[in-house]
């Protein structure tokens, strides 16, 4: 069964500029969830995805959002970027159910320049 | 909102050694509790998961850890640990939000075994 699967592995962007990071879940998995990852803040919730609605939502700004197809595919957009965006960004999937486990992919690192 | 704390940031522990890494967390209702573990230049790999029954739960690589419900903890452990042990670990808690699935985690300890 082919793990979570996120592209690209590295990007560099500058200040201003917007970036869409992809992910595609474990197949059957309908729940999709986002996380940042920084050496300061250390691991914090985006925004989570189940069956293309947005069911949850962490402290972040408006510049981040995402969007999930009907294939559970997901992705997260950032506009605007800051230089405190520069992070290592994680996927997970799920079930979605009540106790199961979340799966990471491998992250897309950002670096804003 | 709840929150996550892992008491040490840093353990430096020889090869043989016995390991035990705490992890409290604050929330009163029901919920869900892992360990992570992030070798270095790798993704989150699932050490173990609490979701109800024994609180003795047994992971890979011979980690197990204990749910004390009353004084909210899910102390990971091990009795022997190997060079290869080597990596970060994260506590993380789920609670249940909309029968979501966010996790918030701790800040992570830093684990090197010196062989």
């Known amino acids: 069964k082919a793990g979570v699967t996120q592209t690209p592995r590295y990007l560099i962007k500058t200040r201003g500029q917007q970036v869409t990071l992809s992910c595609s879940p474990i197949s059957g998995h309908r729940s999709v969830s986002w996380y940042q990852q920084t050496p300061g803040q250390g691991l914090q919730f985006l925004f989570e995805y189940f069956s293309e609605t947005q069911r949850n939502k962490g402290n972040f700004p408006g510049r981040f959002s995402g969007r999930q197809f009907s294939n559970s595919r997901s992705e997260m957009n950032v506009s605007t970027l800051e230089l405190g965006d520069s992070a290592l960004y994680l996927c997970?999937?799920?079930?979605?159910?009540?106790?199961?486990?979340?799966?990471f992919g491998q992250g897309t690192r950002l670096t804003v320049v | 909102a709840q929150s996550v704390s892992q008491h040490n940031h840093h353990v430096i522990l020889s090869e043989a050694a016995s390991l035990e890494l705490g992890c409290n967390y604050s929330?009163?209702?029901?919920?869900?509790l892992f360990w992570y573990v992030q070798y270095p230049g790798q993704h989150l790999q699932l050490l173990l998961k609490y979701f109800s029954g024994d609180p003795l739960v047994k992971g890979i690589k011979g980690f197990e850890a204990e749910f004390i419900k009353s004084k909210f903890s899910f102390n990971l452990r091990k009795p022997s640990v190997q060079w290869s042990d080597t990596a970060e670990y994260f506590c993380?808690?789920?609670?249940?939000?909309?029968?979501?699935?966010?996790?918030?985690f701790g800040g992570g300890t830093r684990l090197m075994v010196k062989p």
């Open positions: 993380a808690v789920r609670v249940f939000k909309n029968a979501g699935n966010m996790l918030t």
């Open positions: 929330y009163g209702g029901t919920v869900n």
């Open positions: 997970a999937s799920s079930p979605g159910g009540l106790n199961t486990e979340a799966f």
